[in-house]
């Protein structure tokens, strides 16, 4: 891609255990995009690293960074922040990069409220027998978690009409393409295409 | 793709000369797409054959097509009437193929008229000067003929805005790959997408 064409934001989303992860593994094995990585205050856990599984901040640091709108989105859960830096996410656009933010649905809505430019995916299962078969089949969560999931898991399901796209995880490979397919569409999108054709 | 799912109709246009029939014989290679023939009252040429390069009607049988609204649009040109007719169209939708429609402007403004959801691609040339270059290296055209395909050219390269995608021809298959791209896309709607989960 030229570099000096800006990238865009895309917002990958989803229910837990749709294969979010996998699916966007396989998209950067060709892909050069730039993962959003998130801020937070919990602490690290063993082998975490600072600014690649997440910046490590203080409440103090956080709290100043929500007062001077220097998240996308941000989110309490249970008594730890977590968001997205605006920062990293611009360099990368600048940078000609195209930027891939997987949140839930509350961070979404607060993206698109603060870019409404921004490209919303929906990664839905193939049915939701196979979903509650994957949750379960993870072996990771307790009943009672899976239970949480599942209820959450309902919520997004129904509330997928806010989304632009939805791809349907049948197998990684072809969801991979699709959200390949949406990114590269979205740099044909003729406002965006002549907007470029004006600035040469 | 699931041969349930329908297809959908996607015009592509573009000036003369800027390699739109290269490009989609590049596509139909790996795509199973429904190239829209024509509907004329010309006479055949040489080699022509009924059906696939147009279906050749008379002057009565293409004005009763227009009195039914029978055509997704059509002109005269020369003396002959030129159309779209509905009916491939709609049997190649139904048996789940999506449909190129290669036409000009005013065809594309009559379409879209009609169906507010066909998704228009726009092909541009790299810059102004190779689509000259490409118009006078042709050679099949006269001086005057090139002239008036250039002037064509720059009315429909100022209303390209009208269109929801631009695919700048570079190169064919970077161009090829871009329309394979805003198909699969296009498929991945959340609207279409939700109406297929809830029929099945």
Known sequence: MDKKVRGKTFIVAGPSGVGKGTILKKLFETHDLYYSVS????????????????????????????????????????GNYYGTPKRYVDEAMDAG?????????????????????????????????????????????????????????????????????????????KAAEEVAAILCAEHCRVDGRLEEILKK
């Open 39 to 78: 801020a937070t205050t919990r602490d690290p856990r063993e082998g975490e690293v600072d600014g690649v599984h997440y910046h490590f901040l203080s409440v103090e640091e956080f709290r100043a960074m929500i007062a001077e709108d220097a998240l996308l989105e941000h989110a309490e859960y249970a």
């Open 97 to 173: 990069r195209d930027v891939i933010l997987e949140i839930e649905m509350q961070g979404a809505r607060q993206v698109c409220a603060k870019r409404p430019e921004t490209i919303r995916i929906f990664i839905a299962p193939p049915s939701w027998e196979e979903l509650e078969r994957r949750l379960v089949n993870r072996g990771t969560d307790a009943p009672e978690k899976i239970a949480q999931r599942l209820r959450q898991a309902r919520v997004e399901l129904e509330n997928a009409g806010e989304y632009d796209y939805m791809v349907v995880n049948e197998t990684v490979e």
